[in-house]
């Protein structure tokens, strides 16, 4: 480390101290007020204030949660654009979840939005960003976690979204044009004061099933109802019995729930409602493996003499990892933590919508371990208060890092990045094409 770059560390450090007592207020407030995809009403609203208060204005839809904002050095070099992820998930048994929504911030995406806010306020303020040219975008996107989907595709129908994760459904509307390059942080899964460094994860599929029977008295005349519970319920089986054939080197998961299985004990169940994920390393094996997951649900409904529609959507593509931009994350938490406190991720069975976004404009999600409990689990939380120091921290200095000498890293970055789609058009084509309805037998 030398010269201009060694300077800025310092200095976002100092900084960072300074606006430490508002980054976690801002990450206090938002993880107690948790908010499902696309419904980040209250949150996107602080958030906004936040950004007023330290005099920017951001760019918002009326139609979809989410925001950007930029600043621009008006010298010459690539956009970095710093992204938060504001949605939480539903755990009803979690202590701080929402009593009625059951949504809850166990996935630590409250952490998320926080650094990214605190980041770009350190390097504004800090007067840092100035000194390496360029442009810094703050990006707070909805909906990562893929859930609730059966309203979303009703969203999707009526034409107010497009897509089922948030990333893809602002890339689609240009948030991201004209970044070069995307850095993210994720509160991670230990208490360590490690950084991860995320490794590949599985892409997927969601289905949205309903099976259609008819109804009759149970008890008095079932003979001439046709129970869609127990299409449902072959069809699952049938499903479990192909696990068998899934391939273990692609890391297949499937798991479905029933959302709806009956109305009343005493009346044959006419509609009954799944809803799964199919999900594997490469989407050549999500599709193929989607395909049976639809033969599954057909066969229980041809056993029964019933219907069943299947709702499918692109979920979210794997996630590759940009090994040019992993290496940058290495050097910088190098630089700020000292050697040998972080290390490079395997292969996750979950998934990001990150792997949508990485498809088109390189990009990066660390992991910062300062958390205790079980990923989604009713035990997570943040262990310590240092994560609010780090992870602005880290984010800044990737930003000064990649603008440095030119943007030199991050031009490396773009040249080494081979994305399956040239821009947000082709890749929006393409999820499109994959969303389908089938009517079975």
């Known amino acids: 480390m030398e010269g201009i770059y060694q300077s800025a560390i310092e200095r976002l450090k100092e900084e960072i101290k300074k606006q430490l007592p508002e980054i976690e207020a801002n990450g206090e407030w938002l993880w107690h007020h948790p908010e499902t995809g696309f419904k980040e009403i209250e949150t996107q609203k602080h958030c906004l204030e936040i950004l007023k208060k330290h005099g920017f204005e951001a760019v918002t839809w009326d139609d979809v949660t989410g925001f950007t904002c930029t600043y621009d050095t008006k010298k010459p070099g690539p956009c970095i654009a710093i992204m938060g992820e504001m949605d939480s998930l539903i755990c009803y048994t979690h202590p701080d979840s929402n009593s009625e929504t059951g949504a809850a911030h166990a996935c630590g995406h409250s952490v998320q939005v926080a650094s990214a806010m605190g980041a770009f306020f350190a390097l504004i303020e800090s007067k840092v960003i100035d000194d390496f040219g360029g442009k810094v975008m703050l990006v707070g996107v909805p909906a990562e976690e893929c859930l609730e989907t059966e309203w979303r595709m009703q969203e999707i129908k009526k034409g107010r979204l497009h897509f089922l994760g948030g990333k893809a459904e602002l890339l689609c509307r240009g948030a991201f044009e004209g970044v070069d390059v995307v850095l993210s942080m994720h ?77 009343v004990v005493n009346a044959i169940p006419e509609e009954v409602c799944v809803e799964c994920q199919c999900r594997a390393k490469n989407m050549e094996t999500v599709l193929s493996i989607s395909k049976q997951f639809d033969n599954a649900m057909g066969a229980g409904a041809y056993a029964f003499g019933g219907k069943v529609v299947i709702d499918t959507q692109l979920g979210y593509l794997p996630y590759r990892p940009v090994k040019e931009l992993d290496q940058v994350a290495m050097q910088v938490a190098d630089d700020i933590l000292g050697k040998g406190k972080w290390e490079q991720g395997g292969h996750n069975c979950g998934s990001t919508d990150l792997g949508d976004l990485n498809e088109v404009i390189p990009g990066i999600q660390v992991f910062v371990n300062y958390t205790h409990g079980v990923h989604h689990a009713a035990d997570y939380r943040i262990a310590d208060r240092k994560i609010y120091e780090i992870s602005p921290l880290f984010l800044a200095v990737m930003t000064c890092k990649l603008l440095d000498n030119n943007g030199e890293l991050a031009k490396k970055v773009k040249e080494a990045h081979k994305p399956l789609f040239a821009n947000a058009q082709g890749y929006c084509n393409y999820v499109k094409a994959l969303a389908t309805k089938e009517i079975l037998p």
């Open 187 to 263: 509160a991670g899964f230990r208490n360590d004061g490690t950084i991860s460094i995320v490794g590949s994860h599985n892409g997927f599929t969601s289905k949205n099933v309903t099976f259609k029977g008819r109804s009759a008295h149970a008890a008095a005349d079932p003979k001439n109802g046709i129970n869609a519970l127990y299409m449902a319920n072959i069809a699952l089986n049938a499903l479990n019995a192909l696990r068998e054939t899934f391939s273990d080197n692609e890391t297949v998961r499937v798991h479905p729930i029933i959302t709806k299985g009956g109305t």
